[in-house]
């Protein structure tokens, strides 16, 4: 019976560093006018000894034998023992060195319900980053572009590092009218809102291909033009093409890690209620609710691949509920 050639193995330190994360924070609050409160905050933190993972098995490029079908007779473990080492495959280790750093503004504004009207609102200003760029392969997963550096995938945190974000409600309840005819038409009614702003994703633009030729995923190419991005963004255009090449044989591209902002989302829905007694200890509620009141399309992200041949534009809406179109609702529910 042949031995397999080629197997993927996860490896993990005997004593692994545990990760810890230290916070801080700053306040100032203070009260304008009777019905305001404003609030200040500063937000930081880091993590220690982040796991990640890198290759430790990468195929060493030979110049001029090298090519795509021979990347595992060129790992390390087949080049010092091509018998036993041809065995192994991609070799990922589990790396407990990585660091990460946030720092936030965070405003806040309060308004007390009065004569009707109740305010709460927030804006963060925000940057994370970080030295494990992608984390979907996993705690032992091939992090790092350049097998054994770290730094070559610091960049933006890809979730986490979302420079903007605001959130507004609002809430309003009409007054008991003297008049009574005006008091049963619109008294009581209470209308409220809800809007989120928050900025874009920051993507990596990659080749597509194993440009370097050592067996690493999600290669990135050079940057040639000092703008990556075209003078109008739109779902047809919105990473310029012409501002990349792919690396010669055996190389890695300079472009960095995440520094392609994606597109933002807005998102806006409202709601109006009402409470109708129909007798002492019946009522009846009535809600009308609006959901992406605008019908506004948040967009997904751009096709961040070289090698595909729509690179640079955007083919979907955002995911989840930031991509459903305007749904409007009413509902009438008795209670006694």
Known sequence: MAEPAGGQFITFPLNPRLQYQNQWNLSVQKQIARDWLVSTN??????????GGREINPAVYIAGSSTLANVNQRRILALQNPTDGKLFGSVSE?????????????????????????????????????????????????????????????GNCPSSDRRHLFNLSTVYETPKFSNGAVRAIAGG??????????????????????????????????QVLPNSLP?????????????????????????????????????????????????????????????????????????????NVNFGKILSTANGSLGDPRILQACASASR
């Open 231 to 307: 003078a109008v963004q739109d779902v047809n255009l919105w990473i310029n093409p012409q501002a990349f090449a792919s690396p010669a044989p055996g190389t890695y591209g300079n472009l960095g890690i995440n520094n392609i902002l994606g597109p933002g989302n807005i998102r806006i829905d409202m709601g109006l209620t009402r409470m109708f007694h129909i007798r002492e200890k019946q009522t009846i509620q009535f809600r009308w609710e609006a959901f992406n009141l605008p019908n506004h399309a948040n967009l997904g992200n751009p096709i961040t691949a070289m090698n």
């Open 94 to 154: 589990m790396d407990d060195g990585g660091t990460s750093n946030y720092h936030g503004l965070l405003i806040s504004v309060q308004r007390r319900s009065a004569r009707g009207l109740t305010v709460q609102g927030n804006y963060t200003w925000s940057h994370c980053i970080g030295d494990l760029g992608n984390t979907s392969l996993g705690v032992a997963g091939t992090n790092y572009m350049i097998p054994n550096d770290r730094h070559s995938s610091r």
């Open 42 to 51: 500063y937000v930081g933190s880091n993590v220690i000894h982040l796991w």
């Open 189 to 222: 009614w209470q209308l409220s809102g809800i809007v989120r702003v928050q900025s874009g994703q920051f993507l990596s633009v990659t080749t597509g291909v194993d440009s370097a030729l050592t067996g690493m995923p999600a290669q990135r190419p050079n």
